[in-house]
């Protein structure tokens, strides 16, 4: 069995989202496999690409230039289906990326068997999207897609903890926040796989949310460091743009995210 950093940086540094996903589900189920053996793999060292290797389409462009299309046509539930397959995507490199980046770090194993399990569902969630875009004459790459996912990822590639304040705390916690709309529209148009789909993304990315608040409370513990004043100098140093509302309370609070986190970061409407 390869040393976890080594497995983490051979997903990174494949370009295909099915390869890529499959390598890690791979992975993934040797780890627990191991873990529930009662082993203790080893970590090890192994250098992550600064940017992951990404398959020639989708075309990345600016934000401002992905085209915006009308969430209540179908061209434009397939548009969304495909910008939350591109963020699971990304969100399979983020998970990976976290455990050579940080590796100098000495963590709790419990640390590995969280991320590396918030990989494995990552890479189900893509699956799920690519599913859904080709049930319905569409595939992952055949619109462009947002070129910034992955600068949270860069901006922080030297700072762990705000690695946890951004990417958990702050992106994936903002899934929270707009998962149940999404899920509504498909609802209303009785497209059952799509929300079969989003609704099982829903009820994980809780967990993963959590993973970020655990282990940054856990860090800001060892550092005697007040994790609310530390999050928000964080988020204000690598975070572009306040937190916008309306917020899911109820899964933030539940994945360890209280207001007074996020709230004062908002802006103002």
């Not at 699971?88 to 490199?93: I, R, S, T």
């Not at 789909?197 to 940054?216: M, R």
């Not at 306040?242 to 995210?257: T, V, W, Y």
């Amino acid at each position: 069995m390869l040393p976890l950093a080594q497995m983490a940086v051979n997903v990174l540094t494949t370009a295909d989202g099915r390869e890529k996903t499959a390598l890690s589900r791979k992975y993934a189920a040797e780890w627990q496999a191991a873990r529930a053996r009662g082993e203790t793999p080893g970590i090890g060292r192994a250098d992550p690409p600064m940017q992951p290797a990404r398959p020639e389409k989708p075309e990345l462009l600016s934000p401002r230039d992905v085209p915006h299309r009308k969430p209540g046509t179908p061209e434009g539930r397939i548009a969304l289906l495909h910008a939350v397959a591109h963020i699971e995507l990304n969100a399979v490199d983020l998970h990976w990326d976290i455990i050579p980046r940080f590796a100098h770090v000495k963590m709790p194993m419990g640390y590995y068997d969280d991320w590396v399990k918030a990989a494995d569902e990552e890479s189900k969630h893509f699956n799920l999207m690519a599913d859904c875009l080709e049930e319905v004459g569409s595939h992952y790459g055949a619109l462009p897609a947002h070129a910034g996912m992955w600068r949270a990822a860069e901006d922080t590639a030297d700072d762990f903890m705000g690695r946890l304040a951004v990417v958990p705390m702050v992106l994936e916690a903002r899934g929270l926040d707009v998962t149940p709309n999404m899920i509504r529209l498909f609802k209303q148009a009785k497209a059952t796989s799509a929300v079969a789909a989003l609704e099982t993304i829903y009820s994980e990315e809780v967990a993963h949310v959590a993973y970020g608040s655990k282990w940054f409370h856990f860090l800001c513990g060892r550092n005697d460091l007040d994790p609310k004043q530390a999050f928000h100098e964080l988020v204000q140093t690598y975070f572009h743009g306040a937190l916008k509302p309306p917020f899911n309370e109820e899964k933030r609070a539940e994945a360890g995210i209280p207001p007074d986190f996020y709230w004062p970061l908002a802006v103002s409407t």
